[in-house]
Every structure is written in structure tokens, then in C-alpha cells.
């Protein structure tokens, strides 16, 4: 047999025993590493790496500086070497990251290669190619745009890899476009990135959703490729307690994002109560717009919410006031007041409760003028949003631990304007940037509408009782 012949046959088997030991292909594959010296991965990176064969869904989140870049280059390498035929779509959250620092990256690593297998691939400006069939067996660089969300869409082969770098900027329009093609049989997802926001699908995966991915927290503390000196100077210019520090320095997700109305440690400190539900019953109601959009209703009593956040999707405006009216009789306490938000189609649903079925309704218009005249708000919805925020932050409540309830009301971000008032981004604002529409928190929200305050410490309400209006509201 030629030498030749020997070698291929050589390079074949330790292909073969590599797709099975993603873990060892640095050892065998790389001449050396980028600086010249043998390959020396992190224990996180060897983790990681042996996770390809046994999990379906990667994610990671890390400081920054710890190989994340280097890590995913090598999963690229080592899928398009030992899976054929073989599709691996790359996205990122920027141009930037995506090309010049994932896909400079992998230029890197594929110049380390030894020759027998670096010859057996080429990298282009936004591919990378097994030259042996370079139709079906190939990686693509795609930029995640909300404005096109289809960078992961569309793609079919016997053996899928979805890299998605710095994933907690990557939109949720993206990924709920991909679902489909992510969800393929023996795909396989992986991503990586600093856990820079407190809601969207990066924060999915080590939430809601962390039984379906394998996790893995990386600080900087784990990565000798952090310099001693990078988390001290974040202290110093930012504080140990601060979101800068959590999240380059620990890997943590911040307490809130900086600009957001509710931070969600609030949030899950109120579900960790136990609260007496004392006081009058208030019902927020806020009624879908959009066919992906659900009406939600929501129950508080004083300083709690009574139950998960009811929903329903696709009900016109006589059947859902047919459904409240069904929870009205159903309610062995009846609500002082329901709060509908009448802005477009909510009026049909108010009318309905009021003229068909006789229940104490309160049309709300969160477009309206503050109700207070300190001149802080733009709105009437902004000034709800944070008084809202006030009873997180200054009273113990109590909130059901539903986790996209959660998601909802600390996804909201706002800024001032410049007449020095308070903005609470729209629900438009929020679907433009990829984020569902808070329905369920605004039915939340609308219970703080009310201007009903119960003055008997006996639980419950009296329909025949006496009512004051408050300034302050329902608390």
C-alpha cells in the first residue's frame, strides 16, 4: 500500500475516534497553539468540550477574556472535520464580533492545524469550506439583525451545529425564528456570551428554560488567560457590588439592567414571601392587540397577587368579557374594580363588562396625563410603571413564582426625556428590540390604576362597604 494510501487511512481513523472525543481533538488535530507553545485548554474549555457528545444544547456564560472565542473556534473546527455532510451557521450579536473576532479566531486555529488536516479546509471571508464538497459541508457567517431576523433560519443537514457568540445580545427575533431549524433532530446549539441582560433567550437558557441546556458559569478567576490585575481594576473603577463587576469580572447576570424600570431581584424576592392577602380585590385587565399578543388578567389583594397571571389568545371582545364575567362568579372574593386598558380594542371589552354583564369595570387610558402633578411623567402608564416599582421596592408583596411573569416586568426599560420626565418604553419599543409584549405585567400593571383603598383591616370586600378615592392608590 503507498505511503500515502497509509496516511489518509491513518488521518480517517483518527477522525472517526475524534467525532466521539470532541475533548481530545486539540491534542491530536493542532500542531500547536497560537502562541507557538502545545495546546493547553482551560478545565472549562475540556468541559465544554466533552459536553458536544452528550448534550444537544450548549450555553455559556462567562467574565471577560476567558476563551470563549478560541473555544468555539475549535467546535467549529472539530464539527466540520468529523461530521459529513455537516451545515454550521455562525451569528453573533454584531458584524464585529462576528468577524473580527469569532472568524479571526478560527483563522487563527485553522493556521495551527497540522497540514493534514488544515489541508483539508479553506476559510473564506464568511465561510469555511471542506474542500471536498464545499456545497454540503460548510460553516457561514451570518450577522443577527431584528431587522432579518433569518441568520439561523433555514438551514437542513444530517448534522447541524447553530454558534452563536455574545448570545445576550443576539434579539429574541432571531431565535424565534430559528426555532424550527434548532429543534432538528441531532442539532446541535451552542452558545456563549456575558450575561449582559436580564431577560431574552441567553437569559431563557439558564432560567425558565435550564433543563433543556447544559450550563456552565465561567468566572475569571477559572481562566489563566485573565490577568490578576483585570479584576482589580474593575473594582476599583466600578465597585465590587456593581453590574460591571457581576457580569465581566463573576460571569453573574447583572441585578437589573441599568436603564431597567424593575430590577428582577426584586421580582424573585417577592415570590419567596409569604403574605397574608388583606385589603380589597383589584383585577387588571389588559386586552391583546396583535394576533401573538394574549389578553391577561391579573388578581391583587393589598400586597398580593392572588394567583398566576390568567391568559387567552385569539378571544374577541364578547368572548373575553364573557370569560372575566366567568371569574367574576367564580370568585369567592369579588373584586372592588376591574381595571381595563381601553386603548383600542380594551374599550369594546370595558363596554361589554359594564352594559352586558353589570361588573364594577374602570376604563383606563395609559395614554392619558399623569394622575399626580409633580410633572415627572410623560404618562399615565409611565407614572403606573413606577409606582408599580414602588411597591417592589418599599413594601412586602408577594408575587406568583411565574417565571415569564418575571421576564415581563423587569424587561421595560426607560429614559428621561428633555423635559426631564420619566419614558417607559411601548410595547412597540420593546417587540422592535425582540422582546414580547409584556402582557402579563401590564395586567399587573392596570391593578395599580385603581384609586379604591379599603378602610377595614378585615379581609376581603363588602360590596355594601364604604369606599375611599386615595391619591395614592391601592396598596
Request: aromatic share 10%.
Amino acid at each position: 500500500m503507498p505511503t500515502s494510501a497509509k496516511k489518509v487511512s491513518s488521518e480517517a481513523e483518527a477522525l472517526l475516534y475524534l467525532a466521539q472525543h470532541p475533548e481530545e481533538f486539540p491534542k491530536y488535530a493542532f500542531e500547536s497553539g497560537p502562541d507557538g507553545k502545545p495546546v493547553q485548554l482551560e478545565e472549562w474549555q475540556v468541559e465544554a468540550l466533552t459536553q458536544l457528545t452528550k448534550s444537544d444544547r450548549i450555553a455559556i456564560r462567562s467574565g471577560h477574556g476567558v476563551g470563549k472565542s478560541a473555544y468555539l473556534a475549535i467546535v467549529i473546527l472539530w464539527f466540520i472535520l468529523t461530521r459529513y455532510p455537516c451545515k454550521i451557521p455562525c451569528t453573533a450579536n454584531s458584524q464585529s464580533q462576528l468577524f473580527d473576532i469569532l472568524w479571526s479566531e478560527l483563522g487563527v486555529w485553522w493556521r495551527c492545524l497540522k497540514p493534514e488536516f488544515r489541508n483539508m479546509i479553506e476559510i473564506k471571508g464568511d465561510r469555511v469550506e471542506l474542500i471536498a464538497d464545499r456545497k454540503n459541508s460548510f460553516a457561514v457567517a451570518r450577522t443577527a439583525r431584528r431587522e432579518q431576523p433569518e441568520a439561523l433560519q433555514g438551514f437542513h443537514s444530517s448534522n447541524l451545529l447553530f454558534i452563536i457568540d455574545e448570545g445576550s445580545g443576539v434579539p429574541d427575533d432571531v431565535f424565534e425564528v430559528a426555532k424550527g431549524s434548532m429543534s432538528t433532530p441531532g442539532a446541535i446549539t451552542v452558545m456563549t456570551g456575558n450575561p449582559t441582560r436580564v431577560s431574552g433567550f441567553f437569559h431563557r437558557a439558564f432560567t425558565k428554560m435550564k433543563h433543556r441546556w447544559w450550563t456552565r458559569k465561567v468566572p475569571c478567576a477559572e481562566s489563566s488567560r485573565v490577568t490578576k490585575e483585570y479584576p482589580k481594576e474593575i473594582a476599583e473603577e466600578y465597585g465590587v457590588d456593581s453590574n460591571v463587576y457581576r457580569v465581566r469580572v463573576l460571569g453573574e447576570f447583572p441585578e437589573t439592567d441599568d436603564d431597567t424600570v424593575i430590577a428582577r431581584s426584586l421580582l424573585e424576592a417577592a415570590t419567596e414571601r409569604d403574605i397574608s392577602a388583606t385589603g380589597v380585590e383589584v383585577w387588571g385587565v389588559d386586552v391583546a392587540r396583535y394576533g401573538d399578543d394574549e389578553s391577561a388578567l391579573a388578581k391583587r389583594r393589598g400586597q398580593r397577587i392572588m394567583e398566576p397571571i390568567k391568559t387567552w389568545r385569539n378571544k374577541d371582545s364578547t368572548q373575553l368579557a364573557a370569560l372575566i364575567a366567568g371569574e367574576y362568579a367564580l370568585a369567592k372574593v369579588k373584586p372592588a374594580e376591574i381595571c381595563v386598558d381601553v386603548i383600542g380594542v380594551g374599550s369594546g371589552v370595558y363596554d361589554q363588562l359594564i352594559h352586558e354583564h353589570d361588573l364594577p369595570a374602570k376604563a383606563v387610558n395609559v395614554a392619558e396625563r399623569p394622575a399626580t402633578a409633580d410633572q415627572k411623567f410623560e404618562r399615565l402608564r409611565d407614572e403606573l410603571w413606577f409606582k408599580m416599582k414602588d411597591w417592589f421596592t418599599e413594601r412586602g408583596c408577594q408575587i406568583p413564582p411565574q417565571e415569564e411573569l418575571i421576564e415581563e416586568l423587569s424587561a421595560p426599560r426607560y429614559r428621561f426625556l428633555a423635559s426631564g420626565r420619566f419614558k417607559v418604553e411601548s410595547k412597540d419599543e420593546m417587540k422592535s428590540r425582540g422582546i414580547k409584549s409584556p402582557d402579563k405585567a401590564e395586567a399587573v400593571l392596570m391593578t395599580f390604576a385603581s384609586n379604591i383603598k379599603h378602610n377595614s383591616s378585615r379581609s376581603g370586600w363588602n360590596t355594601k362597604g364604604p369606599l375611599q378615592v386615595s391619591s395614592g392608590g391601592l396598596y
